[in-house]
């Protein structure tokens, strides 16, 4: 692989491309959709009740599937029923009357999310749709069930995560299932919109973590590591988001359960292809902060490469949108160094096309 030099994060061509400028824009407005998604989400029309649910379920793929991520890693602690993201075509069986199930696809055509949904359906559950169009709306529209319209202007789903996080915490809001998290949303687009200006393409790179990151990790491995709770679904973020805008391998592991394996993988030498982000978060339990420290000194043998990222703000939501902010960067200078294009995808959009026949 050759590496551009790093300066070409400095220039203007690069980072003004047609794909590359796209992306960071997008990155860009992930404070702004967190609010835009939030809002679309609380006022959505014919919301089912509330009342007596056992589960909640959240669908989706890729892109989408996050959301259901994001929403376990906010919730999962704090709801009386538990939150299950599923990723795939089937329901598990608890799934019935009592459960709120929540489809999410930007695309609206995403085959597993859309058999996910049909199942739920027939299984009697009370379903809620999160769509920008696509097949997922005209079903939702058809079946009576309440549906998220989002804003169809962005090209790909990744580029939508804040549209498509925020709508099913409104949702949830709406249904009396979660206290109102709007304090917490318009801190983390504040935040964001900070964050922005701090790692955006115009900050040179002396003095832009993102850039400096993109830039020791060049044409090694990205091995992400993230502190469990928020920091493990950012450390899955940016494992997709290398492999999307950068076009390279990347792998995640989360801790403490890294200990557990992961540790004894690091053989003497073993470190030197990769490049390890720890991904860590002031919520994250104090044992497994002291886990950080002991885990990497007992695998000091395989020489890996670490930088840590600590997520920004005070609460959950913006230490998860401030690491994935971070990653989403990271990701994006990572294929202009790499001389990719960070928008395209075709392998992965040539393989739907296919399936689809
Ligand atoms: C593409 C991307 C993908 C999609 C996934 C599901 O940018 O991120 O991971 O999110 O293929 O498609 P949607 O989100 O339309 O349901």
Same mark, same amino acid.
């Given at each position: 692989m050759r590496l551009a030099d790093p300066s070409a994060l400095d220039d203007h061509r690069a980072l003004g491309a047609d794909g590359a400028a796209t992306m960071l824009n997008l990155v860009r407005s992930t404070g702004r959709q967190l609010q835009e998604g939030y809002r679309a989400g609380r006022s959505a029309p014919g919301l089912p009740s509330g009342?007596? $649910?056992r589960s909640i379920v959240v669908c989706g793929m890729g892109g989408s599937g996050v959301a259901g991520d994001i929403l376990r890693a906010l919730y999962a602690e704090r709801l009386p029923v538990p939150i299950v993201p599923i990723k795939g075509y089937g329901l598990p069986e608890f799934c019935g009357r009592e459960t709120l199930l929540v489809a999410v696809s930007y695309s609206g055509n995403t085959e597993e999310t859309l058999s996910a949904y049909t199942e739920a359906i027939a299984r009697g559950c009370r379903v809620v749709t999160v769509s920008a169009g696509g097949e997922l709306a005209r079903l939702a529209r058809g079946d009576d069930v309440a549906h998220v319209r989002l804003p169809a202007h962005v090209p790909v789903p990744r580029g939508a995560l804040g549209f498509l996080a925020s709508a099913p915490m409104g949702v949830l809001e709406s249904m009396e299932?979660?206290?109102?998290?709007a304090d917490e949303i318009e801190r983390t687009a504040f935040l964001l919109e900070d964050l922005a200006t701090a790692l955006g393409p115009e900050r040179p790179g002396g003095e832009n973590e993102a850039k400096s990151l993109a830039a020791w990790i060049g044409h090694r491995i990205p091995v992400v590591w993230g502190s469990e709770g928020v920091a493990d679904v950012a450390a899955m973020r940016w494992k997709t988001q290398v492999n999307e805008n950068a076009k390279g391998p990347a792998f995640v592991s989360v801790l403490p359960e890294l200990d557990h394996n992961e540790v004894e993988g690091w053989s003497a030498g073993s470190g030197t292809p990769f490049a390890t982000i720890v991904l860590r978060h002031g919520g994250e339990h104090p044992k497994v902060g002291r886990r950080v420290v002991a885990s990497l000194e007992a695998i000091a043998p395989a020489a890996l490469d670490t930088r840590e990222v600590l997520g920004k703000g005070f609460g959950p939501l913006e230490s998860l949108f401030s690491l994935v902010m971070m990653g989403d960067f990271v990701s994006i200078y990572l294929g202009v160094l790499r001389g990719?294009?960070? $928008?395209?995808?075709p392998v992965l959009s040539g393989l739907k096309e296919r399936l689809r026949e």
């Open positions: 009342g007596l $649910l299932l979660i206290p109102s998290p990719v294009d960070p $928008l395209a995808i």
